[in-house]
């Protein structure tokens, strides 16, 4: 089982629907990232949290230290929001490295 | 400002050949990140410098690999002898600084070099 695990792992939405993407995780956790992936490859952070809700723009991420759980939500969704969304930790005990989810690839058709 | 520059942008190589893949990151970024993602896959930690502390060289997959940072600021990941599963893409990320106690800080990444052993 791996440390971090993300659902769905496929996510295909109607352009202007909410979306929420998963993400549970196994162990002690400093940090917890929510990164995206576009075609081609670039990969761009979109928020670092360890703890409560963060905002910005119409994406929200809210984590839950006590259940290890975190989500990633996008409001009034858009073709350009296709991507890979990636899930990762900054473990207690392993400092600066991240482990990775292995991703959510989301298609908002229009 | 400039962003995090890897190059180059794509290496075919032959199998048993030795391959360095360069990045360049954030001007005044201490801490610098290697990651590995195979087709398919999802991303796998490297390698991670942090000013002149030791590189934390633990998820590196053989002593084939290695790397370094020479002056605190450009990186070369090194990859001898060259197998077939190597081939992925190699992502470089830095940030301002690593771990501080309970600190950490986003990380900025790289555009990767997508590396093909035949």
Redesign the interface.
Known sequence: KNEVEQSPQNLTAQEGEFITINCSYSVGI??L?W?QQHPG?????LF?L?SGKKKHGRLIATINIQEKHSSLHITASHPRDSAVY?C?V?GETS?????????TQLTVNP | GAGVSQSPSNKVTEKGKDVELRCDPISGHTALYWYRQSLGQGLEFLIYFQGNSAPDKSGLPSDRFSAERTGGSVSTLTIQRTQQEDSAVYLCASSRKGSTGSSYNEQFFGPGTRLTVL
């Open positions: 400093s940090a990232h990164l490859g670039g990969i761009v952070s670092m360890s990636i990762a900054n400092g600066s490295r991240l482990t990775f989810g292995e991703g």
